[in-house]
């Protein structure tokens, strides 16, 4: 049986069909997006939990903490370990989270959600993210404050899943301006990072995804944007600032689509501001300090006529 609803519901009104947005109050998520009467991320029923992440905050960390283990500044924390099969601790605190509106406007929203201090990871912290429509798509812009009496590690991640309309994801071309990734061990955790010549991981000038199996995380150009592009030449742009200076790509090969147990190869597109394992890492690391703020966007263009 379905949740009692925490949709919160958007609308712009354009020129052609109403840009609209739904957003999961439970993790303050994108559940859905449509620029011009086409559906550009990946859905889920309201009221339910977001599958594989769709949509997701990913915060106070994206992506891994290695056995859920982490140590900086000569002190080993252990985080609840919430991904059994890999053993790691995945995609922050904020996912079962009930987050509250704080402000609303024409076409925009800000949604508000904290993480307290417990075992683990010891700092609370307040996060802030508002949705606001464009004419052509979506823009996000994040502020964290830090709620602590000391500096607290901190990164942030987001992970759509996109698509244009009702083309299979087998007919996309991803783009990624990229000349560097961190190739993933056995275990999905980066390692140190490569140049992409000559790999599978060259998606400069793009690629038609096809059936093959894609998970990677790459480090960003500053300033570059990531497109995917249907075969009739409609596409989308996910932009990011230069807080966000890492991507994790990953096509899931069974995202389930209609609740009847069906499902089809879906593409998530995933800005962060570190890699996975960054807790221990410290690659992209931020230390806010005590009541320090720390704000960055990213959003979605849609490019459909």
Wanted: hydrophobic content about 40%; charged content about 20%; aromatic content about 6%.
């Amino acid at each position: 049986m379905p949740s009692p609803s925490t949709d919160v519901t958007l609308a712009l009104a354009t020129t052609g069909s109403p840009t609209t947005a739904a957003l999961d109050l439970r993790g303050g998520g994108l559940r859905a997006l449509v620029v011009d009467g086409v559906t550009i991320v990946e859905t889920y029923p309201e009221g339910t939990p977001a599958p594989q992440c769709a949509g997701a905050v990913l915060f106070p960390w994206p992506n891994r903490v290695r056995d859920g283990r982490w140590t900086q500044r000569g002190v080993t924390h252990q985080l609840p370990v919430n991904e059994p099969a890999l053993g790691h601790a995945s995609h922050g605190l904020v996912s079962g989270t009930l987050f509250a509106v704080r402000a609303r406007g024409r076409g925009r929203v800000t949604l508000v959600g904290s993480v307290s201090a417990g075992p683990g990871y010891p700092f609370s912290l307040t996060l802030a993210v508002t949705y606001e429509l464009t004419p052509h798509g979506l823009t996000v812009t994040s502020q964290v404050r830090n709620d602590s009496r000391v500096p607290a590690p901190v990164a942030l991640g987001a992970h759509p899943y996109l698509r244009i309309g009702d083309v299979p994801t087998e007919d996309l071309v991803l783009r990624v301006p990229a000349d560097t990734y961190l190739p993933l061990d056995e275990r999905l955790v980066p390692r140190d990072t490569a140049g992409v010549d000559g790999t599978a991981f060259d998606l400069r000038r793009g690629r038609r995804l096809g059936t093959d199996d894609l998970h990677a995380c790459f480090a960003l150009t500053r300033g570059s944007a990531t497109t995917v592009t249907a075969p009739d030449g409609r596409a989308l742009e996910l932009w990011a600032d230069d807080g966000f200076a890492y991507l994790q790509v990953y096509v899931s090969p069974a995202y389930p689509t209609l609740g009847d147990g069906s499902s089809w190869r879906a593409l998530a597109v995933e800005p962060m501001t570190a890699p996975g394992d960054a807790l221990n890492s410290g690659t992209g690391l931020r230390w806010v300090p005590p009541g320090g703020r720390w704000r960055l966007a990213w959003g979605i263009r849609a490019r459909l006529s």
